[in-house]
């Protein structure tokens, strides 16, 4: 896993330029599934997928070009609006976890998101499928946040590749700050086989131990074992903070929405913005930055710089 913790800055100049240069997408598949959620579905020419949806803005699958699916989902998420999904790469805003008064994570992940008709530009690229949503304040939001925002989205699908942008506008008269988080759950062979790099050497906040602040040693982080079969390359830009979480087997069997057996297949490590929240003056616009990639499994041990975790 490679993590790259620089701040998402906006450069207008070379936004114009690289929307000149932006060639026609690839087409995509607007279709309703099985539950009624309208989904949008992403293809590229050497086979692999993408689904997203509407509820939550978030991506819910992920298969490479053999049809293996890269992302978890619990065969016992919940699929009907204002309720979150568990699994896939549901968006965290305003808030991350319960860092604070709102609902856990924060409400964009249950709320319905539109189609971004003047999405914000992105630098072209070819053989790519993409999307771009929105979400807009809406008077309920207000109630709880008082803070009028547009928060938009690029999921774009390449060979091996998942990318997602962010974007946070201030569209309000007073300035405010935010958390952010993608919640990555990643499809894992045996958590026993499990290991994290790239966070050796940096400091870190244990739920288990009342959120006191260690210093991570290990050269690794390991659930009692060595390698997966499958390597995830994590980078990410804007979003300097990073979250591993397993339920394990205990608090698997309390989560209504998880498998008793689930925490075996399953891993969340989340590309964030939550120790220091993202403050925002009016008109201004943050931007983040995340891509996964999938690669042989020899391809990480021991070749990540902690370095690179903190300035890329």
């Not at 856990?104 to 993409?130: C, E, I, K, Y």
């Not at 739920?207 to 982080?221: C, K």
Request: charged letters at 25%; glycine letters at 6%.
């Amino acid at each position: 896993m490679n993590l790259d913790g620089r701040r998402g800055k906006v450069n207008p100049f070379a936004d114009k330029l690289q929307a000149r240069l932006r060639k026609k997408p690839m087409p995509v598949n607007f279709v309703h599934d099985a539950d009624g959620l309208p989904k949008i579905i992403l293809t590229e020419p050497m086979g692999s997928s993408a689904e997203v949806l509407l509820h939550g803005g978030q991506v819910v699958s992920w298969k490479n070009e053999r049809s293996e699916e890269l992302l978890f989902m619990s065969n016992k998420a919940t699929w009907k609006p204002a309720k979150s999904i568990r699994g896939g790469i549901p968006v965290c805003f305003p808030q991350f976890g319960n860092f604070g008064s709102l609902e856990q994570h924060g409400f964009a992940r249950n709320r319905l998101w539109s189609l971004d008709t003047s999405p914000s530009p992105v630098p072209p690229a070819n053989n790519q499928s993409t999307v771009d949503l929105l979400l807009k304040s809406t008077e309920e939001d207000l109630k709880t946040w008082p803070h009028s925002f547009e928060l938009r989205l690029h999921v774009s699908l390449s060979a091996g590749k998942l990318t997602l942008i962010p974007h946070v506008r201030n569209t309000d008269n007073k300035s405010f700050s935010f958390m952010f988080a993608l919640r990555n759950y990643l499809s894992i062979s045996d958590i026993s086989e499990v290991r994290v790099e790239g966070l050796e050497t940096l400091d870190y906040f244990d739920n288990l131990m009342q959120r006191e602040r260690y210093t991570e040693q290990a050269d690794a982080i390991t659930f009692d074992g060595e390698v997966d079969r499958r390597t995830f390359v994590l980078r990410k830009g804007g979003l300097p903070d990073a979250g591993v979480w397993n339920p394990w087997d205990k608090k698997a069997k309390a989560i209504q929405d998880l498998g008793d057996s689930d925490y075996k297949t399953m891993l969340c490590v989340d590309s964030a913005a939550v120790e220091s929240p993202v403050l925002l003056k009016p008109s201004e616009e943050w931007r983040g930055y995340q891509e996964l990639t999938t690669v042989s499994s020899s391809y990480c041990s021991g070749q990540l710089d902690p370095w690179k975790v903190l300035y890329g």
